[in-house]
């Protein structure tokens, strides 16, 4: 083998092991992004298994707090004062006033779930809408309503789930376009 011979397979060996580390270090980051991901799945889960566990013994759904199906909701810090009922309680055990534990929700019209914002959005675009897109559009349309990246993207993949949208992946972009009713 010639000195060139080798020196040009050196480069190539070169050339191939950077190669190998940059996507080493792309996949790294992906999983990071990912791990990342999970753990915050990971205590949303936590809560629910939480407030389920709290809420095992109720047979009445209709005595349940309500909470917004699309957003999560900051936790409320517990009361310090052993004499002090928090709203949970006191809706549990009913007011002593005779009000219905619904009266306080009267004033205040419900608000249309996440998904079914995210389909309306979706059903004036022909072609697929990263996830990203989505949420800024909503975020403009309706100020009021803050969710999350990631609650954008599981409401997106409850609705893949359902049948309702569908999902298209283009190299490492995950888009949506609305399921055509025929």
Same mark, same amino acid.
């Given at each position: 083998?010639?000195s060139?011979?080798?020196?040009?397979?050196?480069s190539?060996y070169? %050339?191939?092991a950077?190669?190998d580390?940059?996507?080493? !270090?792309?996949?790294?980051?992906?999983?990071?992004?990912?791990?990342?991901?999970?753990?915050?799945?990971?205590?949303?889960?936590?809560? *629910?298994?939480?407030?389920a566990?709290?809420?095992k013994?109720?047979?009445?759904?209709?005595?349940?707090p309500?909470?917004?199906?699309d957003?999560?909701?900051?936790?409320r810090? +517990?009361?310090a004062?052993?004499?002090? &009922?928090s709203?949970?309680? %006191?809706?549990a +055990?009913?007011?002593?006033?005779?009000?219905?534990? +619904?009266?306080? &929700?009267?004033?205040?019209?419900?608000?249309?779930?996440?998904?079914?914002?995210?389909t +309306?959005? $979706?059903?004036k675009?022909? %072609?697929?809408?990263?996830?990203k897109?989505?949420r800024d559009? $909503?975020?403009?349309?309706h100020p009021d309503?803050?969710?999350?990246?990631?609650?954008?993207?599981?409401?997106l993949?409850?609705?893949?789930?359902?049948?309702? *949208?569908?999902?298209?992946?283009?190299? !490492?972009?995950?888009?949506?376009? $609305?399921?055509?009713?025929?």
């Amino acid at each position: 083998m010639t000195s060139q011979s080798a020196a040009a397979l050196r480069s190539r060996y070169v %050339e191939q092991a950077v190669s190998d580390l940059e996507e080493n !270090r792309r996949l790294q980051q992906e999983l990071q992004e990912r791990i990342s991901m999970l753990k915050q799945e990971e205590a949303l889960l936590g809560d *629910i298994i939480s407030l389920a566990e709290r809420y095992k013994g109720f047979t009445d759904a209709s005595r349940l707090p309500e909470q917004p199906q699309d957003e999560r909701v900051a936790a409320r810090p +517990k009361q310090a004062t052993a004499g002090a &009922t928090s709203p949970r309680a %006191e809706r549990a +055990k009913g007011s002593s006033s005779g009000t219905s534990a +619904k009266s306080g &929700t009267k004033g205040k019209p419900r608000q249309p779930l996440l998904g079914d914002l995210l389909t +309306k959005l $979706l059903a004036k675009y022909d %072609e697929p809408r990263l996830a990203k897109e989505l949420r800024d559009e $909503l975020l403009k349309k309706h100020p009021d309503r803050n969710p999350t990246p990631q609650v954008v993207r599981n409401t997106l993949e409850s609705l893949v789930a359902k049948g309702r *949208i569908q999902r298209h992946k283009q190299q !490492r972009s995950v888009m949506y376009t $609305l399921v055509k009713q025929g």
